[in-house]
């Protein structure tokens, strides 16, 4: 899908999206759950889709009408029958893969970016294990018996290997210990995590970068609402600090999402030339870039992990904005955004299929109309992003 905007102001009330990553958590625990649990307020992007398809494959009912899913869980015991599509969702696939351990071959299938996602952490833990994990062409198979015990990997490693085994390691017989042998990284997305797992009765006790994991445990059936997404009402709240009449409802004062620190990081974009780091908040990478080109530029540290995101986000911001008079310098594990003025761009800008990036370049279109190509970029998080964007009043048309 190719767009071209007009120049002009977005106004109006929107209501932000459930969060994405809280209804990936709770889908699953509900999947594991003994008994019929309820989850309101789903979205279906793309994510949300694959990640359902899995817990199918994995055993358990779903049924959705509208936004609620019913989910009659298999009790614990994941079976895995027939193929895991995790299309191109990072978090499904590293979330499933600890599920379907459970002695028989399990394949999961997902898109070619996807598979070059790096699943080393999983690799190294599981060897030792008697645990086989081979990359396959277009699909990964994994196959053993996940079994209790102690689990060493550093903690700047993605939260969603660590996540994964949260899920799976309270269903061992065996007590078990995460080790992280570094400081956590995205530790919010765990704090994400812990309290999904504890509304379905499931304990885990951090101590430090320690999380200890009694076996045995069950998943108790629940009915639950997920709340709204930090990560995507920041593409809301920017055309607000932009200076558009835009207001947003529907988010959680008290949330633990790690990207609610979207609001005082574009205070500090607005106000000066800062310094802020993206160590827990890595997917607000593409939206602070495209402020700070607007504003006053900034120096974003902790980047490295966006080259392995649905494209190399620091690489691919700094070639789209660059159309626009932006000024990037990105290196190793920063990303320096020099003040400069923009101007209309000055050719087509691409989406890379990536949803945050297409989202990304659309606030700055705006301003400046363009044409952004490869737009559906959005279904894989926030498929109504475009209809909202309408509602709002922004000018633009499909080619």
């Given at each position: ?25 709770l ?22 889709s ?34 895991l ?58 196959q ?28 061992c017989?065996?007590?078990?210990r995460?080790?992280?042998?570094t ?23 951090r ?29 809301l ?33 607005v ?10 908040c ?60 923009l ?29 952004l ?27």
């Amino acid at each position: 899908m190719n767009l071209r905007f007009s120049p002009s102001r977005a106004a109006g009330t929107v209501t932000v999206p459930p969060s994405k990553s809280m209804a990936h958590r709770l889908l699953i625990c509900a999947a594991l759950a003994e008994g019929k649990s309820t989850v309101e307020n789903v979205d279906f992007s793309e994510d949300i889709s694959a990640t359902c398809d899995c817990l199918r494959a994995l055993g358990a009912s779903l049924t959705v009408a509208g936004n609620r899913v019913s989910v009659t869980g298999c009790g614990g015991r994941p079976r895995p029958s027939g193929v895991l599509p995790c299309r191109e969702s990072g978090s499904t696939l590293r979330f499933m893969i600890p599920l379907c351990l459970s002695g028989e071959k399990a394949t999961l299938t997902g898109s070619d970016r996807l598979l070059e996602r790096p699943l080393s952490v999983y690799e190294d833990l599981f060897a030792p294990r008697g645990i086989s994990l081979l990359r396959e062409k277009g699909a990964v198979s994994v196959q053993g018996v996940l079994q209790g015990g102690e689990f060493s990997l550093p903690g700047d490693v993605s939260s969603q290997f660590l996540t994964g085994l949260l899920f799976a390691l309270p269903l061992c017989e065996a007590d078990s210990r995460i080790r992280c042998t570094t400081p956590l990284e995205s530790a919010s997305y765990l704090d994400l995590t812990l309290a999904a797992l504890k509304q379905f009765g499931v304990t885990v006790t951090r101590e430090g970068n320690d999380f200890l994991i009694p076996g045995g445990q069950t998943y108790r059936p629940q009915t639950v609402t997920v709340e709204g997404d930090e990560s995507n009402a920041a593409f809301l709240g920017a055309l607000a600090v932009m200076g558009d009449p835009v207001t947003l409802s529907g988010r959680n004062p008290h949330t633990l999402q790690g990207d609610r620190v979207w609001e005082p990081m574009f205070a500090r974009l607005v106000a000066e030339n800062p310094t802020l780091s993206l160590a827990n908040c890595p997917d607000l990478a593409p939206v602070l870039m495209t402020l700070a080109a607007y504003f006053h530029g900034a120096t974003f540290t902790h980047t490295r992990r966006l080259k392995i995101k649905e494209s190399d986000r620091g690489t691919v911001m700094a070639e789209e904005l660059a159309k626009f008079g932006a000024k990037i310098r990105v290196e190793e594990d920063s990303v320096t955004v020099l003040p400069a003025p923009l101007h209309p761009p000055s050719e087509a800008l691409l989406g890379h299929n990536d949803h945050r990036v297409v989202m990304s370049l659309s606030l700055l279109c705006t301003r400046f109309g363009g044409t952004l190509e490869g737009a559906q970029a959005v279904r894989k998080s926030y498929p109504r992003f475009f209809d909202v964007m309408n509602d709002l009043k922004v000018r633009f048309e499909e080619l």
